[in-house]
């Protein structure tokens, strides 16, 4: 059954009562026949089939006429139309003492209701609703096996499984109470879940601005009743869409504790908010460092154009760091950020401090003509790795150089120009052996840069115009030119060198143009360069008489210059052809043709430079095919289209000014064979021909092929998985317990007999519990219950041959992965070389979805080694793992680190 019930507040149905009591006093010498006229014809007419009615008349009779009515009628949900038709009646009753009716639809509150069985107790303003009852009251939705609404104190009872959705928010558990007057309830053995987790407690309290306070709560991302993990807290806060805050709070593992925290804080909101970088942290423990902490640290928004990042480092046995950091952004004027970072190490040796400088801006509207953009990277003299922050493993390792770079540019209608800076730096060079002479830190600085835009030797001519031959050629022809100034000082350990450069360089180039079927161009450039060197400093030379070293003094000055001229052409074409065969499905074959000619040549500069010349060609053929729609086995079909079927080129070069017989350069070839439209099957031959001795010096050839499918078992495993929480079970996925507040509609169940007797006193032994139909989690399972086994292999080969050397090459690679069941996948990789008839190296993979948490398993053995990996970490937060042997190994888990155990 399902209804809706209306009521007014307390005060209203006081205030109700007052201004009705004319309206029934001026009925009453009319007596109990004037008020039965004034009823709507139902009411009238099915007086004696409804019994609130019926009592409410009786009550008149038998106690004293209207004024006993009048409270009857309080009481009586049937009462409402009565009262709103006798104040209608009224109004234009001057004993009415011109009082204003009361509009009873406008000012009640409606519940809907649907269940199996209903009871209401008017008397003590109750109403009972059991099996499979609802209630939704505004933004209130209740679902439960037992729902008792209390009218007087405005409060409302549920127990057996509820769930309340009430404003977006989901909450179940044993037994709920909720007091609708200031939207407040308590829940015993509850739950709810938010931003990614299940948030579960033995007592939780919801206020009226959404507010949850939970005892002897728990954290975590797994539903079963014995969770695989959790955060407990003895008391937690929580706001949705705010933050969350606890004290204290232990991460255990089962039934384990593992980490404790005298206080808990997560942010809840959304985009950018302040608040402590946690739980994405990593902790444990390793053999190397010992206890650590790292990844903690704090975000700072603060504004909407900047902001500030701490964090921090800390490993018991090895060192401290930290690091802050800033971004900025402003919209259409610059963005950037910086960062410093700190070291100190600790443990038994040697104390050392390092620090790190980084910042990066960029600007392309500076005083709205300039862009400018740097990238800065200093560092203390001696640093132990790359990034302070980040220990990589067991063996730190350096590039040594620090690059800082600024670039300030402008362009102009004819010309741009740039100003740039360059400066690297070499940590970890200055060992203090005057034999030896590092390069400390090299800088450029100024580079200055001109170019010039090119432009044709003739304006163009407006639309319309034609023009003469020679005036044609001149508006193809542009030209060119840019000039550049460059200083470079490195600094070495005893000496400075400073390099000084100039250079010059035009171009006159002859854009292609069409010559029947082929396109032509043509260009000279040339080039002038300066360049200037100087050196200044002491240098030591070790003695062999005197055992020690003398110091040189070293003053060294150099001047040269350079000119460079050549003539680049080119002439290219591409025909086309269409065969249109009358055989199987093909419908047309497209033939596809390039030729190629470059040509180079480098005049004599007496002095200068030497005179060459040397000539390229390239042939090219590409085949597509057009495949009928019947070919497919269907005469609707439309015409599929094959490109690059067949490729084979052809390229090699000539030198007439080479020895005979060298002139010729080496002859390549190049067939790619793509059959069909997979583009895992590909055969590609390469092969060179050297005409010289007229040999073929070297081939190669490579196929690559995929395949997958699943093997039939013909049976089905049933999974028995484990208990699961029930007030969790009723929340739903996580992602999924965001509720919907769209108005839901109550329809009436045909549901026959209800499942018992009434609800009653007995029924509702504590308050409350809120929650709300599981939803399908979209986990899909490949195997079916076991009966499939899918499974995937790729192969590759490849084959390599140096004809001259007599050397051969051939190798064979394949993958196979294998789905066993549900949880576990298997992964192997080889690859065997034909020619020492072994596997040159091997790799096994094996994943297992521990439902929660993840594990995956690596071994690679190669010729010279063999290495495994293992890692067991929290999908919700990967940085809580477990991990041995060479995690990198495993994909997507990071570096080499100790674990938590």
Not at 275 to 298: A, H, K
């Amino acid at each position: 059954m399902s209804g809706r019930y209306a009521f007014v507040r307390l005060g209203e149905l006081d205030d109700l009562a007052g201004r009705t009591a004319a309206v029934l006093d001026s009925l009453a010498p009319g007596g109990l026949d004037s008020l039965l006229a004034a009823l709507p014809d139902s009411l009238r007419s099915g007086a004696a089939a409804d019994s609130l009615l019926a009592a409410a008349l009786a009550a008149a009779a038998g106690r004293g006429g209207m004024t006993a009515l009048a409270a009857a009628l309080g009481d009586s949900a049937g009462g409402a139309a009565l009262v709103a038709r006798a104040l209608a009646t009224a109004a234009a009753d001057t004993l009415a003492d011109g009082r204003r009716a009361l509009d009873f639809a406008a000012a009640s509150e409606k519940v809907d209701y649907t269940g199996r069985t209903a009871l209401f107790e008017l008397g003590r303003k109750r109403i009972a609703i059991a099996g499979d009852s609802r209630m939704v009251y505004g933004s209130m939705d209740l679902a439960a096996g037992r729902i008792r609404l209390d009218l007087t104190d405005r409060e409302l009872y549920a127990a057996e499984n509820p769930l309340l959705i009430d404003s977006g928010q989901k909450m179940a558990g044993d037994d709920m109470g909720y007091d609708f007057e200031h939207r407040t309830g308590a829940v015993l053995s509850g739950a709810t879940a938010m931003d990614e987790f299940y948030y579960v407690g033995d007592v939780i309290k919801r206020f009226d601005d959404g507010t949850l306070k939970i005892r002897h709560g728990r954290m975590t991302s797994c539903d079963l009743a014995e969770p695989h993990f959790h955060f407990w807290a003895d008391k937690m806060r929580v706001r949705p869409g705010d933050k969350v805050v606890a004290k204290p709070i232990v991460l255990k593992i089962g039934r384990v504790p593992i980490f404790a925290l005298p206080f808990y804080f997560k942010s809840l909101e959304s985009g950018r908010r302040s608040g402590i970088l946690f739980p994405s942290f990593n902790f444990g423990w390793s053999q190397r460092t010992g206890r650590y902490v790292r990844d903690w640290g704090y975000y700072w928004a603060a504004s909407d154009y900047t902001d500030l990042t701490f964090r921090g480092d800390y490993n018991e046995r090895r060192e401290f760091t930290w690091q802050l950091s800033n971004r900025y952004l402003k919209r259409y004027s610059f963005q950037g950020d910086a960062s410093y970072s700190r070291r100190l190490s600790l443990g038994d040796g040697p104390r050392t401090r390092e620090w790190q400088l980084q910042w990066n801006h960029r600007q392309d509207a500076l005083l709205d003509a300039y862009q400018f953009q740097t990238s800065l990277n200093m560092s203390s003299r001696t640093i132990s790795r790359e990034d302070l922050l980040n220990d990589v493993g067991a063996v730190d390792q350096i590039s040594g150089q620090q690059t800082s770079t600024a670039r300030i540019s402008r362009n102009w209608s004819l010309v741009s120009a740039s100003l740039n800076f360059k400066r690297d730096e070499y940590v970890n060079k200055e060992d203090g052996d005057p034999a030896t002479n590092n390069l400390v830190a090299s800088q450029a600085f100024p580079q200055l840069a001109l170019n010039f835009k090119s432009t044709s030797l003739l304006p163009q001519l407006r639309p319309g115009r034609r023009g003469s031959f020679l005036g044609d050629v001149l508006r193809s022809t542009f030209f060119r030119n840019s000039w550049n100034f460059n200083t470079q000082t490195r600094t070495y350990e005893a000496t400075d060198q400073a390099v000084h450069t100039a250079r010059g360089s035009a171009s006159l180039d002859f854009k292609q143009q069409r010559l029947l079927f082929f396109t032509a161009s043509t260009g000279v450039s040339a080039s002038y360069g300066w360049t200037r060197e100087t050196t200044d400093g002491t240098l030591y030379t070790f003695d062999a008489v005197d055992s020690n070293y003398v110091a040189q003094e070293v003053r060294e000055r150099s001047e040269s210059t350079s000119t460079s001229l050549s003539i680049n052409s080119s002439l290219n074409t591409t025909l086309y052809g269409v065969l249109r065969p009358r055989f199987g499905g093909l419908s047309a074959v497209r033939h596809t043709l390039r030729l190629g000619i470059g040509h180079q040549l480098t005049p004599a500069i007496s002095g200068r430079q030497g005179r060459s010349e040397s000539f390229s060609l390239s042939l090219g053929n590409r085949f597509d095919v057009k495949l009928r729609g019947a070919a497919a086995g269907d005469s609707v079909a439309a015409d599929r289209k094959l490109d690059g079927v067949l490729d084979w080129g052809l390229s090699s070069g000539y030198t007439p000014g080479a020895a005979p017989g060298r002139r010729w350069s080496v002859i390549n070839s190049t067939l790619t064979v793509k059959p069909g439209e997979a583009a895992a099957l590909k055969i590609t031959v390469n092969q060179s021909f050297d005409p010289a001795t007229r040999r073929v010096t070297g081939t190669r050839f490579s196929y690559g092929f995929g395949f997958s499918g699943r093997v039939d078992t013909g049976g089905r495993v049933a999974e028995v998985d484990a208990e699961k929480s029930r007030a969790i079970d009723r929340l739903g996925a996580i992602a999924d317990a965001a509720a919907d507040t769209a108005a839901v509609e109550l329809v009436d169940e045909d549901g026959g007999a209800g499942d018992g007797a009434p609800p009653g006193e007995g029924d509702f032994p504590g308050f409350g519990q809120l929650g709300g139909d599981r939803e399908d989690r979209g986990e899909s399972d490949p195997t079916e219950g076991g009966r499939f086994l899918p499974w995937r292999v790729n192969s590759s080969l490849s084959y390599s041959r140096n004809h001259l050397a007599d050397d051969t090459t051939a190798r064979l690679g394949l993958s196979a992965n294998l789905t066993v069941t549900r949880n576990w996948d298997v992964a192997w990789r080889g690859t065997y070389d034909f020619e020492d008839g072994t596997l040159t190296s091997q790799s096994w993979n094996l994943v297992r979805d521990l439902h929660c948490w993840e594990m995956r398993f690596s071994r690679t053995v190669n010729d010279v080694d063999s290495q495994f990996g293992f890692i067991i970490s929290l999908k919700s937060i990967p940085d809580v793992k477990v991990t041995r042997g060479k995690s990198d190994l495993v994909g997507g888990y990071g570096q080499m680190t100790g674990g938590i155990f």
